[in-house]
């Protein structure tokens, strides 16, 4: 079984510049993810989809990022303008979406983001 | 405020030795726990698991330890091999609302040949 797949893996931006990042979850997986990780911290949640609708997004700065799940399968993650301070990896994950009780997510390789 | 809290930041062990991590949380209404190992350049993979009805969970080297009262769990490894270093995260979930996960800092595993 194919696991989630993310790119770029790598991104040097400068500062104010855009940068988008896409997901493609496991199939048949209803529920997508995006973490953000900072370098010394463990990840932290931006949005949560339910097949094409959002289920949290309240730490998503939605001045600047936005999220999208067309179609209910792929995600592509936007940071527009980027600052010094989103240079992080960025995480997708997928689950199930049929039991919120105790299910596993499964993480992609993350795509490490440098804004100069 | 982090609600999940990792206090240390890093463990040495000998191989052979038993390994345990720590993990303490502030939201009692965090139901569900689980444990993710990430190695460099990867994203992190599922471990072990335990729901807050249950104050232990065992599957083959790991064992997850739960105290509510305390609000404290920790992983055992035993025994600890090489190919466990790792970033060990602890990860805590309120079921009742939705399948967030709230995640600690990490612990970084080395196991001394």
């Known amino acids: 079984e194919a696991g989630v797949a993310q790119s770029p893996r790598y991104k040097i931006i400068e500062k104010r510049q855009s940068v988008a990042f896409w997901c493609n979850p496991i199939?048949?997986?209803?529920?997508l993810y995006w973490y953000q990780q900072i370098l010394g911290q463990g990840p932290k949640l931006l949005i949560q989809f339910q097949n094409n609708g959002v289920v949290d997004d309240s730490q998503l700065p939605k001045d600047r990022f936005s999220a999208e799940r067309l179609k209910g399968v792929d995600s592509t993650l936007k940071i527009q303008p980027a600052k010094l301070e989103d240079s992080a990896v960025y995480l997708c994950a997928s689950s199930l979406g049929r039991d919120w009780r105790g299910e596993t997510q499964y993480f992609g390789p993350g795509t490490r983001l440098l804004v100069l | 405020d982090q609600q999940v809290k990792q206090n240390s930041p890093s463990l040495s062990v000998q191989e052979g030795r038993i390994s345990i991590l720590n993990c303490d949380y502030t939201?009692?209404?965090?139901?569900?726990f689980l444990w993710y190992k990430k190695y460099p350049a990867e994203g992190p993979t599922f471990l072990i698991s335990i729901s807050s009805i249950k104050d232990k969970n065992e599957d083959g080297r790991f064992t997850v330890f739960l105290n509510k009262s305390a609000k404290h769990l920790s992983l055992h490894i035993v025994p600890s091999q090489p190919g466990d270093s790792a970033v060990y995260f602890c990860?805590?979930?309120?079921?009742?609302?939705?399948?967030?996960?709230?995640f600690g800092k990490g612990i970084t595993l080395s196991v001394r040949p």
């Open positions: 990860a805590a979930s309120d079921t009742g609302a939705n399948s967030k996960l709230t």
């Open positions: 199939s048949g997986h209803a529920t």
């Open positions: 939201n009692s209404m965090f139901d569900y």
